[in-house]
């Protein structure tokens, strides 16, 4: 009720000083400073513009605040455990751990992901089973989960409220002393879409600023050819530097499913056993792999594909051979493969001094 | 003070939008816009995406099979005047089935009203639209074709499964592209698949909607009766497999009618 009346007042006040010619010099100015993303040429060139809702502009406060936000553990319950806690800078913003450990030591089912070119998840569905829309609401989760961070968003918002040093940055960032979990979740969601990876060999060498080894370019045409590894269609290609779909597929690890993936949430069977299409950028850092974590080098991950598929009835169609477990990759081929999927990771971007704490 | 010209560039706009329509008369032509619906099916059944994932159609070889994934491009929507003149609309539509996505393509180009010969699109690119373009919404679809095979675009993707020989369910991919001969790559011996589907004469005399159907289980007939049990995979380097998609393609789509 009583936020009702303030938003009313503000209403008012906003519509009466916009239509007269006063100077606005009896409230405190707010006046963020935009900082717009910085978006490489390799993406500029190659594909559509990052999703950037217009209710949550880019700033320098904001990105400020979803840093310091990120990286406190006063989001968790018992003040010991970060969003970076499980999405650490130096795994490219995942965690080692095959299953993250919450703050009451509970394990999950799934695989911690890294955070990385999000602005560019065209269809803003996050998790591995695309469960959340857009990445302010996905920040809300790991707060109250209860196998992560198991808090309330009160408690979050009243420390912050009381802290000494929030209330001022949430005044610069959204001109807005009183704190709620919507602005501290926008806060986040602008650092999170500053997480650009675009400086792997691999980008250097389409910029023409590094060249491939015989394998690494082996590795690539293996990637590239629908008669050996046949990745592309699902993960992508040079002309596209996300490295990823971003759409839910069975690749071929189960015959039954204990994790439903998409299903789940859909409510539909031919969808069990989908899950969303990893970037494969920075797989340097970001073992194990998989939505639970299975494997943990990558070539146990191009074993899978070589020779391990599992048939099941949500199988993908580009899975092939999956009768013989793949289409048997030689062993060169399988080795060139790696090489180049190791060009795709960016060191600069974990070592980047903006995304450390 | 903005509000007052925001005002008056509406009011301004208003007043200058009512005198061009007096002015118009009945006899000169008028620019209108055109829509391309696209639906599907299957020898005359309809198909949405709700009909995907489950085995339930039959080709003509016999196979029963599934639709996972379908999606295609058109390109170059084409009107023809009776005195030689043709408005080509430079442009695509990437139609994407499986997320009922641009199933309706309204070209940004207004077409004058009269009588045409013919109206006409182009399946997939042709090879100056498909070659040294770079398309960042294609490529946010990964509709590319490998640089070794030449490069360019898809032109369709259709996938799913289909009962094999010995009762196992299979996965295809049945893709078209560009035919590529990669035997003495890197010298790549090419042949055309993109095909020109015409709708006919039509004459304009409003906006005007052409629907247009594609009959999915032609790319399994006719002049070729698709075999999956042996194509159903690795078509994209299949240089016989992608002429006889193209063979196939020629009588898949059909106008079924006009509205305007």
């Known amino acids: 009720m009583r936020s009702k009346f303030l938003y009313i007042s503000c209403l008012i006040g906003l519509i009466y000083t916009s239509c007269t010619n006063e100077p606005a010099d009896n409230y405190v100015s707010y006046s963020p400073t935009p900082q717009p993303l910085n978006i490489p040429p390799l993406f500029e060139e190659n594909i559509i513009a990052p999703v950037l809702p217009i209710d949550n502009p880019q700033t320098v406060e904001g990105i400020a605040l979803g840093k310091k936000l990120f990286f406190d553990p006063i989001l968790s319950a018992d003040n010991t455990q970060a969003c970076a806690s499980c999405h650490a800078p130096q795994n490219a913003f995942t965690d080692s751990a095959r299953f993250s450990i919450g703050i009451d030591g509970i394990a999950g089912n799934r695989n911690s992901m890294p955070l990385f070119n999000m602005a560019w998840n065209y269809d803003e569905l996050f998790f591995w089973d695309g469960r959340v829309f857009s990445l302010e609401h996905q920040a809300i989760e790991p707060v109250t989960n209860p196998i992560e961070m198991h808090n309330t968003w009160e408690v979050v918002v009243s420390r912050l409220q009381q802290s000494n040093e929030y209330p001022e940055l949430f005044q610069a960032a959204f001109g807005n002393q009183t704190i709620t979990k919507e602005l501290a979740t926008k806060a986040i969601a602008q650092f999170e879409r500053t997480l650009i990876s675009a400086n792997s060999k691999f980008d250097r060498y389409l910029l023409g600023e590094a060249t491939l080894t015989p394998e690494e370019q082996n590795g690539l045409n293996v990637f590239m050819d629908e008669t050996r590894g046949d990745c592309f269609h699902c993960h992508g290609n040079p002309n596209n530097p996300l490295w990823t779909d971003n759409i839910f597929h069975n690749n071929g690890l189960d015959a039954t499913f204990t994790d439903l993936g998409l299903g789940e949430i859909s409510g539909d069977p031919t969808d069990n056993g989908k899950f969303k299409s990893p970037s494969l950028r920075n797989l340097a850092f970001t073992a194990p792999y998989m939505h639970d974590g299975r494997f943990n080098t990558l070539d146990e991950v191009i074993n899978h594909y070589s020779e391990g598929l599992v048939d099941s009835p949500t199988i993908d169609p580009l899975m092939k051979k999956v009768d013989e477990g793949g289409v048997h990759l030689t062993p060169q081929d399988k080795s060139d493969l790696k090489a180049f999927l190791l060009t795709l990771s960016d060191p600069s971007f974990i070592n980047n001094p903006d995304f450390q704490n | ?260």
Not at chain 2, 6 to 14: R, V
Not at chain 2, 52 to 79: D, W
Not at chain 2, 141 to 153: F, H, K, R, T
Not at chain 2, 189 to 197: H, I, R
């Open chain 2, 1 to 260: 003070m903005k509000k007052i010209i925001a005002l008056f560039s509406i009011i301004f706009t208003i007043v200058s939008c009512s005198d061009d329509d007096n002015n118009t008369p009945n006899n000169v032509p008028q620019n209108v816009n055109t829509t391309f619906n696209f639906t599907h099916n299957w020898d005359g059944t309809a198909v949405s995406s709700a009909d995907f994932n489950n085995i339930q159609f039959t080709n003509a070889n016999g196979e029963e099979m599934s639709i996972e994934k379908l999606r295609y491009l058109i390109s170059n929507v084409t009107f023809y005047k009776s005195n030689g003149e043709t408005i080509v609309i430079d442009g695509y539509n990437l139609i994407d089935v499986t997320n009922d996505s641009e199933l309706t393509y309204t070209p940004n180009i207004d077409i004058p009203t009269g009588s045409y010969e013919n109206v006409s699109f182009t399946f997939g690119f042709n090879n100056e639209d498909n070659y040294n373009n770079n398309y960042p919404d294609l490529n946010s679809a990964l509709w590319n074709v490998p640089d070794m095979m030449g490069g360019g675009y898809h032109y369709m993707q259709l996938e799913g499964k289909y009962i094999n020989t010995i009762d196992v369910e299979t996965g295809y991919a049945y893709h078209a592209i560009r035919a590529v001969n990669m035997s003495n790559a890197p010298d790549l011996l090419f042949q055309d698949t993109f095909f020109t589907v015409n709708l006919g004469p039509v004459n304009i005399t409003n906006n005007i909607s052409f629907n247009i159907e594609m009959n999915i289980a032609e790319w399994f007939k006719n002049p070729n009766q698709w075999d999956l049990n042996v194509l159903y995979n690795m078509l994209m380097p299949n240089f016989d497999a992608q002429v006889m998609i193209y063979e196939n393609g020629q009588n898949v789509f059909s106008l079924k009618n006009i509205s305007q």
